[in-house]
Nanobody, 122 residues
């Protein structure tokens, strides 16, 4: 079973930036779509962003548009989430996931990482 491994989380002040990375445990694993989700305490896991294999098509949640950028390096088999202008409400565990189509529905994602904590202080 392939695992997705996230890194890059941490504690940052409001207005700051972080970059999350995600790579599969098996280097030969390929996915048409890679996405990021997040889950804050007491809330459901929500869609953040997704990107197709080519990188041409992306999708973002309204709450992060203009602040977050998803990208992927297929040579390194890594997907990134650049998060700028962070707000306290961005505090959550961020999960990387893989799917076959560009979707915001978490049930369509078959592979998941363990998550990385992002905490934004005010």
């Amino acid at each position: 079973q392939v695992q997705l491994v996230e890194s890059g989380g941490g504690l940052v002040q409001a207005g700051g930036s972080l970059r999350l990375s995600c790579s599969p445990s098996r280097r030969t694993f390929r996915s048409a779509v890679m996405g990021w989700f997040r889950q804050a305490p007491g809330k459901e896991r929500e869609f953040v962003a997704a990107i197709t294999w080519s990188g041409v098509s992306t999708n973002y949640a309204d709450s992060v548009k203009g602040r977050f950028t998803i990208s992927r390096d297929n040579a390194e088999n890594t997907v990134y989430l650049q998060m700028n202008s962070l707000k306290p409400e961005d505090t959550a565990v961020y999960y990387c996931a893989a799917a076959n189509s560009l979707t915001t529905n978490r049930n369509d994602y078959s592979y998941w990482g363990q998550g990385t904590q992002v905490t934004v202080s005010s």
